[in-house]
């Protein structure tokens, strides 16, 4: 069974442009999760998809939004980016309370 | 707000010297405690989830083990390839969500 996959791997982007990441669940989980990760912060939660409803939200600005399709694939979207948004952004598919990460996006802000 | 701790930040062992890593946690509700490895520049990859206190999971040289208020993982044993961060995650009733501690960064040197 193919794993969650992300596109794009790595991403460099100026101060002020916005930028969508996506997200390919495993095949028949529908439950979609990003988090945040950095060397100073670790890992933060996101949001939460599930049947293209956001189920949960974490503590960031609203220029963090997502959303996700029929077919459970979910995208993010950063806009107005900031040096701070540098990161590497992990999506999670779940059928239950257990969750499998992607390999990442890598963004770079400069 | 879900809390995890984990200690020690850094830990080097000689190959074949076992140790364990802590977790400490508060939630409301434990819906289920996580742990994950992680390689550089790699997501998350799934180990263990464990429910409830008193429970035990083995995997190869690991060991995760839970109480009310903490969890070992427990590394037997341990080869180079066991060199990685270990992280450690709790999800609360009624939410899928995972809180994260910052991480166990384990080297093992042959």
């Known amino acids: 069974k193919a794993g969650v996959t992300q596109t794009p791997r790595y991403l460099i982007k100026t101060r002020g442009q916005q930028v969508t990441l996506s997200c390919s669940p495993i095949?028949?989980?529908?439950?979609v999760s990003w988090y945040q990760q950095t060397p100073g912060q670790g890992l933060q939660f996101l949001f939460e998809?599930?049947?293209?409803?956001?189920?949960n939200k974490g503590n960031f600005p609203g220029r963090f939004s997502g959303r996700q399709f029929s077919n459970s694939r979910s995208e993010m979207n950063v806009s107005t980016l900031e040096l701070g948004d540098s990161a590497l952004y992990l999506c999670?598919?779940?059928?239950?309370?257990?969750?499998?990460f992607g390999p990442g996006t890598r963004l770079t802000v400069t | 707000e879900d809390q995890v701790t984990q200690s020690p930040e850094a830990l080097r062992l000689q190959e074949g010297e076992s140790s364990s890593l802590n977790c400490s946690y508060t939630v409301s509700g434990l819906r289920g405690l996580f742990w994950y490895r992680q390689d550089p520049g790699k997501g998350p990859e799934f180990l263990f989830t464990?429910?409830?206190a008193g429970e035990e999971k083995e995997k190869e040289r690991l060991k995760a083990t839970l109480t009310k208020k903490e969890s070992f993982l427990h590394i037997t044993a341990p080869k180079p390839e066991d060199s990685a961060t270990y992280l450690c995650a709790v999800q609360s009733d009624g939410n899928n969500r995972l809180a994260f501690g910052k991480g166990n960064q384990v080297v093992v040197i042959p």
């Open positions: 998809y599930f049947s293209e409803t956001q189920r």
């Open positions: 464990l429910y409830s």
């Open positions: 999670a598919s779940s059928l239950s309370r257990e969750q499998y």
């Open positions: 095949s028949g989980h529908r439950s």
